[in-house]
């Protein structure tokens, strides 16, 4: 399913579940990359001049496939990136919900919009979302079958033609979702994936598409975005992010600690809106702790691909682990303890590593405003709430928070402060990636751009607004003096701030 124009090197594709060769896929030279561009680009006119109503109708049985295939889903997402069976399923889940709310909300988002225009009755003014061309995906590892299906999905029903590049840790995912969509009726030429190394598939992507959309960390997102600009073509960033908790003192501790296992743990801390940072009030820090320490302690280690009792994921990638493993090392050098975790367990697989506690980390640390991208969770006291939403927002990050407390009023007004582009409230990350008709994106270095609702998708278009002008002419004409014409405009002018709906 990825086309080369000759054949190239294998790239070997391992599990992390045991360090087994699983398959290989092309290592993709830039020409690869150029002809998979140059063939969604001749596939794009056509694609596009289909109504919306016809472009959505393969999306719509692609929802149906997902449930009846998500167990084959899940168990080659288990295998090439090391979830658990329930965080597995979470990343096909996410896909329904994305391909449902596009396949069925999309014809009317990408309407054409009318527009007051400049002199009532005599100007008026139609917006049309219309597609870039060819749109370049470059998707992460950590959510291998999620994020590409629905970045993909959005853009081609915004009438753009994909092209992929997928992780060089784990292809296989997108490349069956590839599949599962062409035999829902996508065309095959309109959605391409390429496989190879970024650092030559990706920088040739960028060369060659009308607009990209990149997931992963901060340091790639600037190199991209610099690449972009050189080209003059948007591109849409989700970035990293040091997301933080706030436990007010009237937390609910049980129900917190219920959802914090959850959003520091899944997938082994290896997602974006992971919680690495929790600020906890002093009079429940002990209980939150203690708690916290308890559960970690007890959850049991390993992943078997398709069993269901598993509860923590192994890392996906031996990077991971050392990167993950520099954090702690780091900061325990530099005075911070460690309540629970902290080591890899090679015994249980490759890249297997404890849930990890820290406390007493401070700023001169790696771990302090550095994101792990692993289970690795930092505490920290505090007595005045407005201390607490100072160091929540000192970072480099904004991308998602959370707020708990029982007077879910005043929650919502610490929330509001906080400096992050999604937010939760007695919730974890999943209330706000779910919400599919909100608008889920980072601030500051956490990026810019926005997926889900109708921001996912009309960032895949560019607007054109035509504006249609009866009777008179703005153009001052050879029967018309300076004089009049001044006299004429002063006068709209005037008026028309008065006039309902001109202002």
Same mark, same amino acid.
């Given at each position: 399913?990825?086309?080369?124009?000759?054949?190239?090197?294998?790239?070997?594709?391992?599990?992390?579940?045991?360090?087994?060769?699983?398959?290989?896929?092309?290592?993709?030279?830039?020409?690869?990359?150029?002809?998979?561009?140059?063939?969604?680009?001749?596939?794009?006119?056509?694609?596009?001049?289909?109504?919306?109503?016809?472009?959505?109708?393969?999306?719509?049985?692609?929802?149906?496939?997902?449930?009846?295939?998500?167990?084959?889903?899940?168990?080659?997402?288990?295998?090439?990136?090391?979830?658990?069976?329930?965080?597995?399923?979470?990343?096909?889940?996410?896909?329904?919900?994305?391909?449902?709310?596009?396949?069925?909300?999309?014809?009317? !988002? /990408?309407?054409?919009?009318?527009? $007051?225009? +400049?002199?009532?009755? *005599?100007?008026? =003014? #139609?917006?049309?979302?219309?597609?870039?061309?060819?749109?370049?995906?470059?998707?992460?590892?950590?959510?291998?079958?999620?994020?590409?299906?629905?970045?993909?999905?959005?853009?081609?029903?915004?009438?753009?033609?994909?092209?992929?590049?997928?992780?060089?840790?784990?292809?296989?995912?997108?490349?069956?979702?590839?599949?599962?969509?062409?035999?829902?009726?996508?065309?095959?030429?309109?959605?391409?994936?390429?496989?190879?190394?970024?650092?030559?598939?990706?920088?040739?992507?960028?060369?060659?598409?009308?607009?990209?959309?990149?997931?992963?960390?901060?340091?790639?997102?600037?190199?991209?975005?610099?690449?972009?600009?050189?080209?003059?073509?948007?591109?849409?960033?989700?970035?990293?992010?040091?997301?933080?908790?706030? !436990? /007010?003192?009237?937390?609910?501790? $049980?129900? +917190?600690?219920?959802? *914090?296992?959850? =959003? #520091?743990?899944?997938?082994?801390?290896?997602?974006?809106?992971?919680?690495?940072?929790?600020?906890?009030?002093?009079?429940?820090?002990?209980?939150?702790?203690?708690?916290?320490?308890?559960?970690?302690?007890?959850?049991?280690?390993?992943?078997?691909?398709?069993?269901?009792?598993?509860?923590?994921?192994?890392?996906?990638?031996?990077?991971?682990?050392?990167?993950?493993?520099?954090?702690?090392?780091?900061?325990?050098?530099?005075?911070?303890?460690?309540?629970?975790?902290?080591?890899?367990?090679?015994?249980?697989?490759?890249?297997?590593?404890?849930?990890?506690?820290?406390?007493?980390?401070?700023?001169?640390?790696?771990?302090?405003?550095?994101?792990?991208?692993?289970?690795?969770?930092?505490?920290?006291?505090?007595?005045?709430?407005?201390?607490?939403?100072?160091? $929540?927002? +000192?970072?480099?990050?904004?991308?998602?928070?959370?707020?708990?407390?029982?007077?879910?009023?005043?929650?919502?007004?610490?929330?509001?402060?906080?400096?992050?582009?999604?937010?939760?409230?007695?919730?974890?990350?999943?209330?706000?990636?779910?919400?599919?008709?909100?608008?889920?994106?980072?601030?500051?270095?956490?990026?810019?751009?926005?997926?889900?609702?109708?921001?996912?998708?009309?960032?895949?278009?560019?607007?054109?607004?035509?504006?249609?002008?009866?009777?008179?002419?703005?153009?001052?004409?050879?029967?018309?003096?300076?004089?009049?014409?001044?006299?004429?405009?002063?006068?709209?002018?005037?008026?028309?701030?008065?006039?309902?709906?001109?202002?």
């Amino acid at each position: 399913m990825v086309r080369t124009l000759a054949p190239r090197a294998p790239m070997t594709i391992t599990s992390p579940l045991d360090g087994r060769v699983i398959g290989s896929v092309p290592m993709c030279a830039a020409e690869d990359v150029a002809h998979a561009v140059g063939v969604a680009r001749a596939a794009q006119a056509a694609w596009a001049a289909l109504p919306v109503r016809e472009r959505v109708k393969p999306f719509r049985r692609f929802n149906d496939v997902l449930l009846d295939r998500r167990f084959d889903i899940a168990d080659l997402i288990q295998l090439e990136n090391g979830k658990v069976r329930a965080n597995a399923l979470e990343d096909v889940f996410d896909t329904c919900i994305n391909t449902r709310f596009y396949s069925y909300h999309g014809p009317s !988002l /990408l309407r054409p919009r009318r527009k $007051a225009g +400049a002199v009532p009755l *005599l100007t008026s =003014s #139609t917006v049309y979302p219309k597609p870039f061309g060819v749109v370049g995906l470059i998707e992460a590892w950590n959510y291998p079958f999620n994020l590409p299906m629905q970045d993909a999905i959005a853009a081609l029903i915004a009438g753009n033609t994909v092209v992929i590049k997928v992780s060089e840790l784990t292809p296989f995912s997108a490349l069956f979702g590839l599949q599962l969509l062409r035999e829902c009726g996508l065309p095959d030429d309109v959605l391409q994936i390429v496989t190879g190394d970024g650092r030559v598939a990706g920088a040739a992507l960028i060369d060659h598409v009308d607009t990209v959309m990149f997931t992963g960390s901060t340091a790639t997102g600037r190199k991209i975005a610099a690449h972009c600009a050189e080209r003059l073509i948007p591109c849409s960033l989700e970035l990293g992010g040091k997301n933080p908790v706030i !436990l /007010l003192d009237d937390a609910d501790v $049980a129900k +917190a600690l219920d959802v *914090l296992v959850d =959003s #520091t743990l899944a997938s082994a801390g290896q997602m974006c809106v992971s919680f690495e940072r929790l600020f906890i009030h002093d009079t429940i820090y002990d209980a939150v702790r203690d708690g916290l320490a308890k559960r970690y302690e007890s959850l049991p280690m390993g992943v078997r691909c398709g069993a269901w009792d598993d509860e923590m994921s192994v890392l996906t990638s031996a990077n991971q682990l050392a990167h993950v493993q520099r954090h702690i090392e780091d900061a325990v050098a530099k005075g911070a303890r460690v309540i629970t975790g902290g080591s890899a367990r090679p015994d249980i697989a490759p890249y297997a590593f404890e849930p990890t506690l820290l406390e007493n980390v401070t700023p001169d640390m790696a771990v302090y405003d550095g994101e792990s991208f692993g289970p690795v969770v930092s505490l920290y006291r505090f007595n005045d709430v407005e201390d607490a939403i100072r160091r $929540a927002n +000192a970072s480099l990050y904004g991308l998602n928070a959370a707020v708990f407390g029982r007077d879910v009023k005043r929650a919502h007004e610490v929330a509001s402060r906080i400096q992050c582009g999604t937010v939760t409230v007695n919730e974890g990350h999943k209330a706000a990636w779910a919400s599919v008709r909100a608008p889920q994106g980072g601030w500051k270095q956490s990026g810019y751009g926005r997926r889900h609702g109708a921001e996912g998708i009309l960032k895949f278009t560019q607007s054109q607004s035509i504006s249609v002008q009866r009777f008179m002419v703005y153009a001052r004409g050879e029967r018309m003096s300076v004089r009049m014409f001044d006299r004429i405009y002063a006068t709209l002018m005037r008026v028309l701030p008065w006039l309902p709906g001109l202002r």
